[in-house]
């Protein structure tokens, strides 16, 4: 692996829009990845295996909840910090941002907003701290767009929940302590419940095999038969909107992430194609890698002011779920075509892990697919702008 | 044990360095600035301080209001309190100068400093200010110990180390040694929050005139083109060396 050389690009200056409490918090991830990821990551990528050395590292950054109140063991950052910590963990790799997402937007937002306050004492103190790890069920094998159609479910029994089912494509799962599950009670209604490692009946296989975030870990969650506490049900909202309100959170994360590993692979595009030289000039010179570069660019940097604006949005509460659609969808085909271009501009060494392009273009096609597809996000805004749902 | 740091505010090592106005200022724009490096060693010694003797630790600069997101991070890093004399840095002896006055009024026992500042490489500020505080002076620390009113203290010389004892209050010019760059802190999501809520007082500077005056900066010529020879080629290396470089 080449050194790490990123220098992120800024061609709107957007940096002057951004507070000195932004650029600190942007400035300390980008150290910490370049210190941390950068060295490590593309020989846990080839090896498909997620780096666990890695945990204590995001705990301790703030990775973890930064938007989180202080009180329960968050940072209290606003959301743009939030944003810039994804886009920075993601420029070094979308496994790890996948893994820090899961933890702040999927497992901490839902105890946070809809859990019980011991709830909220017991669980968020220890996920910012890296101390437990958490994963979200949500997705299953025959319903993956559909969540509503779930089929796991839980039977009250009294002084416990039984809870069935299965749940699959799920971040973490393999090593994570506790997971927040989806799952329909008896009147078919959608509830949240943590689940402990260790209850019986509770296994969460690995998913080998993968062509893309291969430094993450990915399985199922099984339930058979797990008798789950009545004190770990989340109170707070049920049906289908209270994971999807997980899901803005994370989708927004994703926003901003991607843009990450788009800068990556521009910023990696760019450098070569100047060092490169063919025909006696650098390849930079040609019309053709010009065009490449300069569409970049610019895709880059209309992403950055959607990222920006909609942060500002979500800072104020007014961000809606068709918004962050828009941007999670728009600034994730942005990131994996420009991978994809990038790629071009490397020729041969692009394939290689001497450099991080292929990777993050292969770790884009699961980001794109994952929370909400390319193509639901699209149903979204049509259904927002028409008001007729094209998906029920 | 209350410890000043004086932080400079630099020039990333990675900037490119142009010069303006007839090359007499230095072109700040698309600058990043960073904590001096050897500051930033100093300030990651006295972090331990804090930890594991209960140390207070203090950060100064000398610098107008753009210098503040650095002197935040120190802030962000651990240090408990931020001083930032309220004017440009002048030259060695101006800075030395505002900071004695930081260091008398504040009554520290311990003083860190950078052996020098990676953008003007001066390497007088903590050797005039010990000389202006009358304090004892350990230039080029590479190691610093401290056990009640006593200092040991290693200090780079050339071709070795020197060890040397020494007491309380003392300022030290400190560079990498004093902890290595893998030990040098990453701010943490809650100390840049908990950084807000920290003293950063501003304080105007006092009388001092500038000892010296910039007349003009000039960029060291570029490096010549290299020539590649083939390691088989022995020939045509000497061949080279002796008429085109002369050196044989």
């Known amino acids: 692996m080449k050194p790490d050389l990123f220098e992120s690009p800024d061609y709107f200056m957007l940096d002057d829009l951004l507070s000195e409490e932004h650029k600190l918090v942007r400035d300390a991830t980008r150290q910490w990845v370049k210190r941390s990821v950068s060295p490590i990551i593309e020989e846990y990528a080839q090896k498909a295996e997620f780096p666990k050395e890695l945990l204590g590292g995001l705990a301790e950054i703030g990775a973890f909840g930064p938007y989180i109140p202080q009180e329960y063991g968050g940072a209290g950052l606003d959301q743009i910090s939030y944003g810039l910590i994804m886009q920075e963990i993601e420029r070094g790799d979308s496994g790890i941002r996948s893994t820090a997402s899961v933890q702040s937007s999927l497992v901490m937002y839902p105890i946070f907003a809809y859990g019980t306050e011991e709830q909220k004492k017991k669980f968020l103190p220890k996920l910012a701290t890296g101390d437990l790890i958490g994963c979200f069920g949500l997705t299953e094998p025959d319903h993956g767009s559909n969540p509503s159609g779930m089929v796991t479910n839980f039977k009250d029994k009294g002084d416990h929940y039984l809870l069935n089912g299965a749940k699959l494509w799920i971040s973490n799962s393999p090593f994570a302590d506790i997971a927040v599950v989806w799952a329909k009670n008896e009147e078919g209604r959608i509830h949240g419940l943590i689940v402990e490692r260790g209850m019986e009946g509770f296994s969460t296989p690995e998913t080998h095999n993968k062509w893309s975030l291969r430094a993450s870990a990915t399985g199922e969650l099984i339930f058979d038969n797990v008798k789950v506490p009545k004190e770990n049900l989340l109170p707070g909202k049920n049906g289908l909107g209270a994971p999807l309100g997980c899901l803005d959170s994370a989708r927004y994360g994703i926003a901003w992430g991607a843009i990450g590993a788009a800068m990556d692979c521009y910023d990696t595009a760019l450098r070569y194609a100047k060092e490169r030289v063919q025909f006696g000039r650098p390849i930079a010179a040609t019309q053709l890698q010009q065009k490449k570069l300069a569409e970049m660019i610019t895709e880059i940097t209309k992403a950055q002011l959607l990222a920006f604006r909609l942060g500002q949005l979500k800072n104020e509460g007014k961000a809606t779920t068709a918004q962050i659609s828009m941007a999670k969808r728009n600034n994730v085909e942005m990131a994996i075509k420009i991978a994809r271009e990038a790629r071009q501009v490397l020729g041969g060494m692009g394939i290689t892990g001497e450099y991080s392009i292929m990777r993050h273009m292969m770790n884009l096609e699961s980001v794109i697919t994952y929370e909400g597809t390319h193509d639901i996000h699209l149903l979204i805004t049509g259904a927002d702008i028409t008001g007729i749902p094209a998906f029920s | ?248």
């Open chain 2, 1 to 248: 044990m209350k410890i000043l740091v004086c932080i400079s505010n630099v020039p990333d090592t990675t900037s490119k360095i142009n010069f303006t106005e007839g090359d007499t200022k230095f072109d700040t724009s698309g600058i990043q600035f960073v904590i001096n490096p050897n500051d930033e060693f100093g300030l990651t010694r006295a972090m331990w301080f804090k930890e594991k003797q209960g140390a207070t630790v203090h950060v100064a600069t000398v610098g107008e209001a753009s210098t503040e997101p650095t002197i935040r991070k120190a802030l962000a890093i651990g240090a408990d309190e931020a001083i930032r004399v309220d004017a440009a840095p002048a030259d060695g002896f101006f800075v030395a100068r505002q900071l004695a006055e930081v260091v008398k009024n504040g009554g520290y026992d311990l003083v860190i400093a950078g052996r020098e500042s990676i953008d003007y490489n001066g390497g007088m500020v903590p050797g005039i200010m010990a000389a202006l505080l009358d304090m004892n002076f350990v230039n080029t620390c590479i190691s610093l110990e401290v056990d009640g009113n006593n200092a040991t203290a290693v200090r780079e010389i050339d071709g070795g180390k020197e060890k040397v004892s020494t007491t309380l209050p003392l300022i030290i010019g400190g560079q990498k040694g004093l902890v290595e760059e893998s030990d040098l802190r990453i701010p943490n999501m809650r100390g840049i929050m908990m950084a807000r809520q920290k003293k950063l007082n501003v304080v105007p500077p006092v009388d001092a005139t500038p000892a010296t005056k910039e007349t003009r900066f000039e960029k060291p010529a570029p490096k010549g083109e290299v020539k590649l020879v083939d390691a088989d080629n022995v020939g045509e290396l000497v061949e080279l060396l002796h008429n085109e470089a002369k050196v044989i």
